[in-house]
C-alpha cells in the first residue's frame, strides 16, 4: 500500500534521550554470544525488500549499509547485490559491532572477502560522514532500523543530511523503520525474551516514530520520497511471539530545489 501524508509525533510519546553510549554497550554484552531481536533470517524479509527495491537502485554505486550492526544483514546484501551494485560497505558508531561484523564475514567466506567492509562512522558526526562519503563516492545507502532509536528531532535531521551526504546527489536511500507500537506490547516481549531485554537493559529505546513520519521526514530534508510501504516486521523470535508495525521508504538522494 502507498502511502501518503505527513504525521507528527505527538509530544508526549517522546522518551528520555537515548545516551550516546548505548549501543557500545549493548554490543559488548552480547558480543557473538546471542543473537539480536531484529537479526532475522536475510532469506525471509530481506529478500522480499531487495526483489521489491533493487530495481531503484543506482546500478554501479557502492551499497553503503548504515547502522550495520553485526554485518549479518550486509554480508547477504554482498552476495545478493555482488554483480549489480559496486562494492558493499558496512558503518556503524559501535566499534564492537563493526569488529564482530569483520569477524562473521572472515567466518563466512573463510578470506577477507574483497566486496564488503566494514568501518565505524557515527552518522551523526558530520566530519566523519564527509570524509567517507569523499573516500567512497556517491553510493546507494541502505538503512535498516536508525531513525526509530533516535529520539531527538535534530538527530533524526542529521542523520537523513548524512545519508544524503552519502548517497552524493545520485545513489537511491532505502530504509526500513520499526515504528511505536501498542502500549505494553514492547514491555510483553521483553519480559518473555532475555535478547530483547539486552536491549533495553543496555539504554536503547526503540520505536521513536509514529506513523507516516519516516516519509515526512526524508520530504521534510528536500528529499524526494519514491516509494512509502507499510509492513509487519517479525523478530528473530517468529511471528508467533510478535508482529510488529513498520515501514519502509526509498527516497531519492538528490534534493528537490522546490523543497526546503
Ligand atoms: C537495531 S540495530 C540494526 C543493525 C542492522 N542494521 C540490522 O538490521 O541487523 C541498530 C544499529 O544502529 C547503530 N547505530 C545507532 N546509532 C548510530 C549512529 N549514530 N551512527 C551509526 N550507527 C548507529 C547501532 O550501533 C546498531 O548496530
Known amino acids: ?36 531481536p531484529w537479526d532475522t533470517d536475510p532469506e525471509g524479509q530481506l529478500s522480499d525488500w531487495c526483489r ?8 554501479g554505486l557502492p551499497l553503503m549499509d548504515v547502522a550495520c550492526g553485526n554485518g549479518h544483514q550486509t554480508s547477504w546484501l554482498a552476495q545478493r547485490f555482488a554483480t549489480s551494485v559496486g562494492p558493499v560497505i558496512g558503518v556503524d558508531v559501535s566499534a564492537t559491532a563493526v569488529a564482530l561484523a569483520r569477524e562473521q564475514q572472515l567466518h563466512l567466506s573463510g578470506v577477507d572477502y574483497p566486496g564488503v567492509r566494514f568501518e565505524v562512522v557515527d552518522v551523526l558526526d558530520d566530519q566523519a560522514v564527509k570524509a567517507l562519503a569523499a573516500r567512497t563516492g556517491p553510493a546507494n545507502v541502505w538503512v535498516r532500523f536508525l531513525l526509530h532509536l533516535l529520539d531527538d528531532d535534530d538527530a533524526r535531521r542529521r542523520a537523513i543530511a548524512s545519508l544524503a551526504t552519502l548517497a552524493g546527489g545520485q545513489g537511491r536511500i532505502f530504509d526500513y523503520e520499526f515504528l511505536a507500537q501498542e502500549p505494553g506490547k514492547m514491555e510483553g516481549y521483553a ?31 528536500g528529499l524526494t520520497v519514491l516509494t512509502e510501504r507499510s509492513d509487519e516486521f517479525h523478530g528473530a523470535h517468529g511471528p508467533a511471539e510478535g508482529t510488529f508495525h513498520a515501514e519502509w521508504i526509498v527516497a531519492g538522494g538528490e534534493r528537490d530545489a522546490a523543497a526546503v
Open 1 to 36: 500500500m502507498t502511502q501518503t501524508g505527513d504525521t507528527r509525533r505527538p509530544r508526549e510519546v517522546a522518551e528520555p534521550p537515548v545516551e550516546s553510549g548505548a549501543w557500545e554497550r549493548y554490543w559488548s554484552a552480547i558480543g557473538s554470544r546471542d543473537i539480536p
Open 52 to 59: 521489491q527495491v533493487s530495481g531503484l537502485l543506482r546500478p
Open 191 to 221: 519480559a518473555r525474551h532475555t535478547s530483547v531485554r539486552a536491549v533495553f537493559e543496555a539504554g536503547v529505546r526503540p520505536g521513536q516514530l509514529m506513523p507516516r513520519e519516516l516519509a515526512a521526514l526524508y520530504r521534510d530534508a
